[in-house]
Structures are given as structure tokens and as C-alpha cells.
């Protein structure tokens, strides 16, 4: 008897989903530029088969006017909804109030917008990067508590402007002031590039002797591995002459933090997209969502249980 009602149940439930038109979602990604990027696009867009929301896909390839036009693009279409994951904070004004016009919801991803007018958006989705810029500065009391030496830091910070690097960058700032011996004594963007992370660090060694520097901090793990590169190629150990802080957590990190090639790893969590679509179909259907949601993280560092952490995915 449960069997059969079970069968009718799924019947019912399949029936009505195959009949009821699926959600135009309009996406504007920001670009592909890191290995974070890349599995944020892919779990959007699994995400959308999965949920049956057909899903219009962009990459503006790190302009910001290419995702004016993906938007407007989508406006023109008459899409349910649209989200997109700004480059930088501000010039998003105008675009949304057109989306706004046109009567299209639309959900912010990842990083956020600078504006004046919260009712350009219906919900924001994202990190929240002030507290992972923090929790790298936690770790750098941790490490150095009671040392009483100078500590100085490189810092490689992501796209300027953009939320990201932004919030790593104060959060950090906020917690590291609470003790003079730590000073930031080279900071420079570098886009969230494996290239510029390289680029920046030849830099650095051009400045510093290798034996100037104590920390480097950098805001994303490609950044990371191209600084990493060059220091080998200098001949400094990562990890251990250098105390090296990353974040975003790819599974080859988390390989190099158990290696001991790196000592702090903070998440940096890119698995929205079913979030996402639950929230798309919230708002298509005029569900009341909230106006933030922040994306659970956490930190791995050398002082904790390396083998207790699954496997990343990606
Ligand atoms: O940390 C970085 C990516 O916006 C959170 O962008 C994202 C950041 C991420 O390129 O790897």
C-alpha cells in the first residue's frame, strides 16, 4: 500500500513539474579568471539542469561593460530573472534600473554592489570577505603570539575595487593593527591571476633580499601558486622561511597546507548554484527572499587535523 502511494506521489510530482513552464534565468558571469571562478560557473550552471531552469549563461570575460550588455541583453530577452556576479562594486546603477523597469527581479552573486537604491536588487548572495580577511589576520596572532619580533608582510591582493579584495583586505588590516610588530611592507593587485601572482612576486624579490619577507598573504590560491613558483625558483622555502596565508581552498592548496608548503587556508565557498536556484525560483514566483545571504565557510590551518578534511572537488 505505502509503495503504491509512494509511486502515485512521484507520478503526481513529475507530472506537474513537466507541465509548469520553466524559470528564464539570465546569468553574467564576471570571467574565468581562477580555478574558484571556473567551479562557481560550473555549479551555476549544473545547478540550473538540475532545478530545471533554463539558464543563459554568459562570461564577460572581466569587463564590466560586456556585463552591461549581457544584462540588457537578457532585458531584451524578457528573462525571469537575472543574476550576475559584478566585477567591481560600482557603475551598476543605470543597468539595474532598467532591469528594474522592465519588472525582472534581479539576485547579485558572489561579490557585491555599491549603491544607493537596495531596491535595484531583490537578494544578494555571497561571502562574506571582511571575516575572511580577518580570519587571516587570526591566524597571523596565532602564529606570531608572543614572538615579540617585527613581522613583515607581503600582501597580493585581488581585482581592485571588487568586493573580495576589498573585505581580505580591511578584514586583515582590522585584526593585524592590534599589534605593532606586524607591518605590510608591499601590497599590490594582482587580479586573481596565477600570471600576476608570478609578476608580483618577481617584483617583491627584486625589492626584498630573500630574507626581508616573513608572510606572504594573498587573496586567492592561483595567486598563490604562481608566488609560490617564484620563490622556489629564488630558492626560499614556502611554508616554512616564507609563512604563507591563501585563500579560496582548492584541493591543491589543501594539498600544499598538508605538505607544510602552506600554513593557512581560508574557504572561500564557490558551490552557490543551488542556492541560487531556489532563490531564482523565489523571486520569479514573488516568494518574500531575504536581502542577504551569506555562504557558510570555515578555515584550515596547520594547527588543525589536515586529514579530517574532505576531498574539495574541485
Ligand atoms: O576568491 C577568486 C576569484 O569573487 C570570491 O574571485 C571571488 C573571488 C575568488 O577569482 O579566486
Not at 38 to 51: F, L, V, Y
Not at 135 to 155: C, D, H, N, Q
Amino acid at each position: 500500500m505505502l509503495l503504491v502511494l509512494v509511486v502515485c506521489a512521484c507520478g503526481i510530482g513529475s507530472r506537474s513539474a513537466t507541465e509548469s513552464k520553466p524559470i528564464v534565468l539570465g546569468y553574467s558571469q564576471l570571467g574565468d579568471e581562477s580555478t574558484w571562478r571556473t567551479q562557481n560557473s560550473r555549479s551555476i550552471i549544473d545547478a540550473a539542469e538540475k532545478a530545471g531552469v533554463k539558464i543563459m549563461f554568459d562570461d564577460a570575460m572581466q569587463k564590466p561593460e560586456n556585463q552591461i550588455k549581457a544584462i540588457r541583453s537578457f532585458i531584451a530577452y524578457k528573462v525571469d530573472v537575472i543574476a550576475f556576479s559584478p566585477l567591481v562594486e560600482t557603475g551598476w546603477d543605470t543597468v539595474l534600473h532598467e532591469a528594474k523597469a522592465a519588472g525582472i527581479p534581479v539576485i547579485i552573486v558572489d561579490r557585491m554592489i555599491d549603491t544607493a537604491d537596495e531596491s535595484l536588487y531583490a537578494c544578494a548572495l555571497g561571502s562574506d570577505f571582511y571575516k575572511e580577511g580577518r580570519r587571516a589576520g587570526e591566524f597571523l596572532v596565532k602564529k606570531y603570539r608572543g614572538s615579540g619580533r617585527p613581522v613583515r608582510i607581503v600582501e597580493i591582493g585581488g581585482t581592485m575595487d571588487s568586493t573580495p579584495a576589498i573585505g581580505r583586505y580591511q578584514g586583515f588590516r582590522d585584526v593585524i593593527s592590534s599589534d605593532p610588530n606586524f607591518s605590510v611592507i608591499f601590497s599590490d593587485d594582482g587580479d586573481f591571476m596565477l600570471s600576476k601572482g608570478k609578476e608580483i612576486m618577481r617584483r617583491v624579490l627584486r625589492l626584498y633580499g630573500p630574507g626581508d619577507l616573513d608572510v606572504l598573504y594573498s587573496h586567492n590560491d592561483d595567486m598563490t601558486f604562481g608566488a609560490i613558483e617564484v620563490m622556489q625558483e629564488a630558492g626560499i622555502e614556502p611554508g616554512k622561511d616564507v609563512v604563507i596565508i591563501s585563500v579560496d581552498a582548492t584541493q591543491r592548496i589543501v594539498d600544499y597546507l598538508k605538505d607544510g608548503a602552506v600554513n593557512c587556508v581560508i574557504e572561500c565557498n564557490p558551490n552557490s548554484g543551488s542556492q541560487l536556484m531556489e532563490i531564482a525560483r523565489d523571486v520569479a514566483s514573488g516568494v518574500g527572499v531575504p536581502k542577504r545571504i551569506y555562504i557558510e565557510e570555515t578555515v584550515f590551518d596547520e594547527y588543525a587535523d589536515l586529514d579530517a578534511i574532505a576531498p574539495r572537488g574541485y
